[in-house]
């Protein structure tokens, strides 16, 4: 699945709201969340090192909605079971988890998942 930088930063960007979402990102969240950047994403170690993930959190919300809102299905799907599989991690998905996946899949016009 082809996707370009601008595309995996905005993916990255959801990610990390979302890890963040309930006021503390913790060690499996960061785990998570470098094991989809280097796996599904393509970051690599170099990547980090050099600030990506900074990179990432300083997205404009309007350029991150227009990347997502342009993909095609399937690569919304993806990003949409990252996105709960991120905020599962912790195997609790809390009230503030649970408004920022559903506003994402508004704002990013992702598919629902079945």
């Not at 601008?6 to 960061?30: C, F, P, Q, V």
């Not at 785990?31 to 170099?46: G, H, M, T, V, Y």
């Not at 993930?53 to 799907?77: G, H, P, W």
């Amino acid at each position: 699945m082809s996707l370009s930088t601008k595309e995996r930063l905005a993916i990255l960007h959801t990610l990390i709201i979302i890890a963040n979402a309930d006021g503390r990102r913790g060690s499996l969240e960061n785990r998570l969340l470098s094991e989809i950047a280097s796996k599904a994403l393509s970051f690599s170690l170099n990547d980090f090192l050099g600030g990506i993930v900074k990179e990432a959190i300083l997205m404009k919300e309007e350029e991150v909605q227009t990347l997502i809102s342009n993909l095609d299905f399937q690569k919304k799907l993806m990003i949409h079971k990252l996105l709960v599989e991120m905020a599962i991690v912790d195997e609790v998905i809390n009230e503030m988890e649970l408004n920022a996946l559903h506003y994402m899949v508004k704002m990013y016009n992702l598919p629902p998942l079945v």
